[in-house]
């Protein structure tokens, strides 16, 4: 079983659309939850971080932690073409990091 | 804010060749990451260091060896490199414990 376990996608919202992008993990004992963006032929940018249940806000982006079933989310309001990228989930439980293999999202303008 | 380097960006090596990519950050960072990056695999670790001179294996360490000789510099090394090594790397850091990690702008290795 993966550790982290992403809908590859491709994910397509029209611009000013809500996107929403899921992930769930296996190891209970994860303490730290993080979403980070790719762009085509670039690295991996740390777009968001979450610690403990509930919703944490940044901007257009809302990352969401439930602990009990596993699952951290990633709302992205008012969708632009620029948000277009893969999307990466990573969790952390002390020094053990994983990755999900990414959901692709376009944003049609 | 974190910066992670790599030494190239485009890299383009014959096969049987020793590559050497290079890694350094500027954030006192205890912990570094060496992963490729293949189409459809998503991230694979290869070597993580947790401290000087200390390194750990992957998931693929096969064909390659590292060294960290000073806490801010992390080195993957491909002994004799192969057509199948042809790949994006990337570096990573992170500070101790379940903290995220800051990654480099990465090197696309091509080897023929």
């Known amino acids: 079983q993966k550790e982290v376990e992403q809908n590859s996608g491709p994910l397509s919202v029209p611009e000013g659309a809500i996107a929403s992008l899921n992930c769930t993990y296996s190891d209970r004992g994860s303490q730290s939850f993080f979403w980070y963006r790719q762009y085509s032929g670039k690295s991996p940018e740390l777009i968001m971080s979450?610690?403990?249940?509930g919703d944490k806000e940044d901007g257009r982006f809302t990352a969401q932690l439930n602990k009990a079933s596993q699952y951290v989310s990633l709302l992205i309001r008012d969708s632009q073409p620029s948000d277009s990228a893969t999307y990466l989930c990573?969790?952390?439980?002390?020094?053990?990091?994983?990755f999900g293999t990414g959901t692709s999202l376009t944003v049609i303008p | 804010d974190v910066k992670v380097t790599q030494s190239s960006r485009y890299l383009v090596k014959r096969t049987g060749e020793k590559v050497f990519l290079e890694c350094v950050q500027d954030m006192d960072h205890e912990n570094m990451f060496w992963y490729r990056q293949d189409p459809g695999l998503g991230l694979r670790l290869i070597y993580f260091?947790?401290?000087?001179?200390?390194?750990e294996k992957g998931d693929i360490p096969e064909g390659y060896s590292v060294s960290r000789e000073k806490k801010e510099r992390f080195s993957l090394i491909l002994e004799s490199a192969s057509t199948n090594q042809t790949s994006m790397y990337l570096c990573?850091?992170?500070?101790?414990?379940?903290?995220?990690?800051?990654f480099g702008p990465g090197t696309r290795l091509t080897v023929t």
């Open positions: 260091s947790y401290d000087v001179k200390m390194k």
């Open positions: 990573a850091s992170q500070n101790s414990g379940a903290y995220e990690q800051y």
């Open positions: 979450i610690y403990s249940n």
């Open positions: 990573a969790v952390s439980a002390g020094n053990q990091f994983y």
